[in-house]
């Protein structure tokens, strides 16, 4: 049987860091991936296909020139799924490339089967042929991420009623759409395919979607995609759903509504991918949702020498948080030194147009008793902006009275996720109001709305606590 330090389940984001880590730190580690090929479902059906579909969307439909050429102009005139899916396979290939020859370079060994816990320190490994074989290693990173939720009364058939990895499987550009749940994951799909002009209609059950999201940039955007013709059901459940007689499903909800349409996607919730792992074989219980809990600090379950990174392990559920917490638990597992994690990491939501935040909301500020003042400003103020033709786009600061510390940056419009990172910069750092007052910035930038908006809030703010930014 082949012994390992570590043995990683799940080559995503999270099982990827783990093992380089591992690997960087003079480790021996395997890594065990069911699918075909290594990459997770960031690579496969999650970020990566989902960002290369948004940018092949922004790009054909010449969204971003819109400003300029008029609602009508497009890049590419009759958009089909076989544009979209063109890209997508180049990019895919070129992403997995990269990540074998990652894992080759630091001396990662790859096996490609279903991994099973025999007991706490051996898995039973089976390949696509039906043979099987053992592994054992003195520690396990649980990365298996997580799949999407498919309750039984949802008659999905993968071309006219998909879940988001049958989407990007089975690329098409429906006439209408209709998408179930106003997360993260549906709220992308609904405005991507809303720029190619595919009427779609959103249903959400709670009365206020992406609640983590400051609630003036969800006002915003929700303003934004109405004007632009998105439906949104808001506060309906959906009770089931039926084939009509054209064979288009027709998504019947709670008010008695009734929404018929081309394609349905059903996007509410994923479930850890944690049900074939044999969990009961070492002692681990998964939540209801097939989850597994961790300790936060170090990324380890109830048995200490098996961590669990990722969204297996549930919120934040991103590539990027997911990474991080597969490299501390490779760092915990070796005792390798650990500086303390930054206090705030910053979300990006790549809908169009895209969304990002990192700090606190207004909501949480007021939460916490802080006493703090905004400053907004738009993106159409900037000069970059007039010459991007952007229309809409705006970036909210909040800074705390008195110390005038940076609380939060949030951002929506075009090259938010990007623009974030200085605000993460100057709010990790403990940054303050000044130092967007008086850093000259590049010129003419979207960043120098992050000047605009600072002395927005400097002007709202009583004489007493905004005195040393005059
Ligand atoms: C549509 C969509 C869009 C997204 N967009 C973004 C984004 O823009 N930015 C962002 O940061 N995040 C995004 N995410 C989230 C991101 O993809 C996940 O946070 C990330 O993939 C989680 O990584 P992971 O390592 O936990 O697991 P995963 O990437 O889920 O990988 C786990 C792997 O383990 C394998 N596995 C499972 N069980 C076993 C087993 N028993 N044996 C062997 N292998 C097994 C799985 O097949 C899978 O390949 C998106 C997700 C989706 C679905």
């Known amino acids: 049987m082949a012994s390992y330090e570590l043995a990683v389940i799940g080559s995503g ?145 993968e071309e006219t009623i998909v879940d988001s990895d049958t989407l990007v499987s089975n690329l098409r550009v429906p006439r209408s759409l209709t998408v179930i749940g106003a997360g993260v994951i549906g709220i992308e799909y609904a405005t991507i395919f809303s720029a190619l002009d595919v009427p779609v209609t959103l249903v959400e059950p709670r009365e206020r979607f992406l609640e983590f999201v400051d609630r003036e940039i969800i006002e915003e955007f929700q303003h934004d995609l109405r004007k632009r013709g998105v439906n949104f059901r808001i506060g309906c459940k959906l009770d089931h759903v039926e084939m009509g007689q054209d064979g288009k499903p027709v998504a019947l909800l709670s008010d008695g509504r009734q929404i018929k349409s081309d394609m349905l996607l059903y996007a509410a919730g994923r479930i850890g991918a944690t049900d074939g792992l044999g969990l009961d074989a070492c002692g681990i219980t998964p939540d209801d949702r097939g989850r597994l809990t961790v300790d936060p600090r170090t990324f380890q379950t109830s048995v200490p020498h098996i961590y669990a990174a990722g969204d297996v392990i549930g919120f ?24 303390p994690a930054p206090d705030f990491f910053p979300y990006g939501i790549y809908s169009v147009p895209e969304m990002s935040m990192v700090g606190l909301t207004e909501d949480e500020a007021r939460a916490r008793k802080i006493s703090y003042e905004s400053g907004i400003a738009r993106f159409r103020e900037t000069s970059r902006g007039h010459i991007m033709g952007l229309e809409s786009g705006m970036m909210k600061l909040l800074f705390e009275l008195g110390t005038r510390k940076l609380l939060g940056v949030h951002i929506l419009g075009e090259g938010a996720t990007e623009l974030i990172h200085i605000g993460q910069a100057v709010l990790n750092l403990g940054g303050t109001l000044d130092y967007f007052v008086e850093n000259t910035f590049n010129y003419p930038t979207l960043a120098e709305a992050y000047k605009i908006a600072a002395l927005d809030a400097f002007n709202r703010m009583p004489a007493a606590a905004s005195k040393a930014a005059s």
């Open 316 to 339: 934040p559920s991103l590539a990027s948080t997911s990474m991080e917490q597969g490299r501390i638990a490779a760092c915990h597992a070796f005792n390798a030194h650990m500086p």
């Open 13 to 157: 984001p999270a099982g990827r860091r783990a093992a380089i880590q591992a690997a960087k730190l003079g480790r021996s580690v395997v890594v065990i991936e069911n699918r075909l090929r290594v990459g997770g479902v960031s690579v496969h059906t999650g970020t990566i296909p989902s960002k290369t579909l948004r940018e092949t969307v922004l790009n054909l439909s010449g969204w971003r020139e819109r400003g300029f050429y008029g609602l009508s102009y497009r890049v590419k005139k009759d958009i089909e799924g076989k544009d979209l899916g063109a890209r997508l396979r180049m990019t895919l290939d070129h992403e997995i490339e990269v990540l074998e020859h990652q894992f080759a370079r630091n001396g990662v060994k790859t096996i490609g089967g279903v991994a099973r816990f025999r007991d706490p320190n051996r898995l039973a490994v089976t390949d696509a042929a039906g043979e099987t074989t053992e592994v054992e290693a003195a520690r396990i990173v649980i990365a298996v991420g997580t799949r999407p939720f498919r309750p039984p009364h949802i008659p999905f058939n």
